[in-house]
């Protein structure tokens, strides 16, 4: 149960309102590569400005760290937000994020209007969660509104300090249908309950790995990490991606999915190439046999037809983590027939962000998933169990 304040809770008429919204967009040469970000923000906005707030809009993009490095400027979005709201928003540009012009465009405001302001990681005191740069963001609002869950598991100035120094603070839409869906599907799951985990590292996942075993039937390893746990029952994994502080680590989740009665499944077969490219040959071998000179890049043909048998009845999947090196089209098997299946599946289908949406955005098929998380580390420990200081910041109803 989402049990923080949201928008439907408060009375924004007249009030200056700060967002904290989450359009940390991809960008090349100056254009928006994917706005999914800026469109999963406009409920919130629209409902603001709907109500009659003075919606002041904040995010970072990229790590400028400090700088205000004009490629990582929110000017693009500005744009692209206006063309989407159908109405004005007022760019404004301040390489100090909160100088005296911004105050003054904010003074001007009417009911409905809408401002943003420029990257809050232009001042190098947000990822730090700098009292003077919350209290400066705090200065220019009556009511703060996190939307951001994409920066909820950080703690700093625009995510947390500054709900410290304003009244009312409350969740945007977007904060809380990701927890809910998120929420809903590790503590009140539709069974069978299936987690397909994948990508790089072991290590970026280990709280996720253990706390979801406490809660699925199945669990699905792939991808990059898989090498460890294979490793781990004594195969020889060639040049694959091993983390040896981990075996340790794989070898008590092999102990645990038995105490918890879950089904943990690993590879069976890989496909192998002498390098890590796209250019040169590659063959499947049983994933316990990887010739030492060669390395896994995906899930080979067994482990996918095995892998789509364990879900199948599933009711609740949920997914984070590419099953091989999907960027590179002689490795992108094992994840676009994963994604294919779970598409194709009646069962609730949660998308952690990152590369699995990435992932399953670049095989068209996003309208066929349940929800597709707007933010990869922020599910990645929210589902490890983790406390979200973004999350936290904010009141309870
Ligand atoms: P992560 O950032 O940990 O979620 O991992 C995502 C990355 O893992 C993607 O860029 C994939 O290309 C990469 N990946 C998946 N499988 C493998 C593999 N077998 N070997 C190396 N990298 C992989």
Known sequence: MFNKKTIDDIN??????????DFNVPL??????????????????????ADGGKVILCSHLGKPKGEPLPEMSLAPVAKRLSELLGKEVVFAKDDKVVGPGVKA???????????????????????KNGEEFSKELASLADVFVNDAFGSAHRAHSSTT???????????????????????????NPKRPFAAVLGGSKVSSKI???????????????????????????GGSIGKSLLEDDYLDYCKKMFEKAKAKNVKLLIPVDTVVAKEFSNEV????????????????????????????????????????GPMGVFEMSNYEKGTKDLAQAMADLDAITIIGGGDSAAAVKQFKLEDKMTHISTGGGASLEFLGGEELPGLAAIQDV
């Open 207 to 233: 709280s996720v790995i253990d706390n979801l075993l406490d809660k699925v039937d199945i669990l699905i390893i792939g991808g990059g990490m898989a090498y460890t746990f294979v490793k781990a029952q």
């Open 12 to 21: 924004v008429k007249g009030k200056r309102v700060l967002v904290r919204c």
């Open 281 to 320: 040959p590659n063959h499947v071998v049983k994933v316990d046999a990887i010739p030492d000179d060669e390395m896994g890049l995906d899930i080979g043909p067994e482990t996918i037809k095995l892998y789509i048998d364990a879900i199948k009845d599933a009711k609740t999947i949920l997914w984070n």
């Open 28 to 49: 090349k040469d100056g254009a928006i590569t994917d706005d999914t970000r800026i469109t999963s923000s406009l409920p919130t906005i629209k409902k603001l400005i």
């Open 161 to 187: 300090g500054v709900a410290s120094f304003v009244d009312t603070v409350a969740s945007g839409y977007l904060m809380k249908k990701e927890i809910d869906f998120l929420g809903n599907a590790v503590e």
């Open 105 to 127: 465009a904010v003074e001007a405001m009417k009911e409905g209007d809408v401002v943003l302001l420029e990257n809050t990681r232009y001042r190098a005191e947000e990822t």
